[in-house]
């Protein structure tokens, strides 16, 4: 059995009680990494026939199960049709020097170059493999209509319910913090190096609307703190009503963080 038909026998809800952040994940770790089948709840482990290949317990093994995942997602997106992917996904079709297709797109203000033999950041191998899980698993959703403009918070999506906390903890609280310590002006300074650019309607003391990738933008709402009234300073992270056409919600939220770290980093 392979990862993607395990996959298929999942929820598919990306839901963590199996301790992996995705479905993928979990499929990818047992049908190549020898995980128990039975940690997952909702499915026959029984059932399966998949005889269960007992794994060192090492600090590395959640590095190495990322490293597969990697290699399974690698090996499938070899298979798509490029020309195809390119125009809804918004992304840009060239060549390679090996004269394979190659496409080409933005990733937080650094150039993706994706093709059959990997994935380059502003010409270099990511340094994180959950970056290139995040870009190929981008690429293998096809893609769809461009975003509708209708802003909506990670609790109006369907099962979000783990998530919303995560996305405070490690986006919308840091950004709040950060986005306190330094002046409106160097706040869109920033965000301008990623793409970014204020609404036509501000709905906060600060408002900045940042393509994340191509097809996934995010939209930051920033209050400042007001001791009179009681309030801390807050931030809103707004994701585009179709955004689960471009990405599921483990890797939706991965963005975001990601998103902190490298306005976290151009603050500095």
């Not at 909702?42 to 597969?68: C, H, K, S, T, Y």
């Not at 079709?93 to 993706?112: H, K, M, W």
């Not at 403009?149 to 998530?163: A, D, V």
Request: charged content about 25%; aromatic content about 8%.
């Amino acid at each position: 059995m392979n990862p993607l038909e395990l996959f298929k026998k999942t929820p598919q809800t990306n839901c963590g009680q199996c301790g992996y952040p995705a479905c993928l994940a979990f499929a990818a770790a047992v049908t190549k990494g020898g995980e128990d089948p039975a940690r997952c709840p909702f499915i026959d482990a029984d059932a399966l026939g998949i005889n269960r290949q007992q794994g060192p317990e090492l600090e590395g093994v959640p590095r190495q199960r990322e490293l597969e995942l990697v290699e399974y997602l690698k090996s499938r997106i070899a298979e798509l049709d490029f020309a195809a992917l390119a125009g809804p996904l918004g992304c840009r079709l060239t060549i390679g020097d090996d004269g394979g297709p190659v496409l080409v797109f933005n990733y937080l203000g650094q150039e993706a170059r994706l093709s059959a033999g990997g994935i380059l950041l502003d010409g270099a191998e990511p340094e994180d493999p959950r970056d290139q899980i995040l870009l190929y698993s981008y690429i293998r959703t096809g893609g769809g209509s461009a975003p509708a403009g209708e802003w909506i918070g990670l609790e109006s999506l369907p099962n979000t319910i783990s998530k919303v906390r995560t996305l405070d903890v490690y986006c919308q609280q840091p950004l709040a913090r950060l986005f306190s310590e330094h002046s409106p002006d160097r706040v869109l300074a920033a965000c301008a190096r990623l793409g970014g650019e204020m609404p036509a309607e501000a709905a906060a003391d600060l408002s900045v609307i940042i393509p994340v990738l191509p097809r996934v933008p995010h939209c930051l709402h920033f209050w400042a703190e007001a001791p009179e009234e009681g309030f801390a300073a807050s931030v809103k992270v707004l994701f585009d009503a179709r955004v689960l056409d471009f990405l599921d919600l483990e890797s939706l939220v991965f963005t975001a963080e990601r998103l902190a770290e490298r306005l976290t980093l151009l603050l500095k």
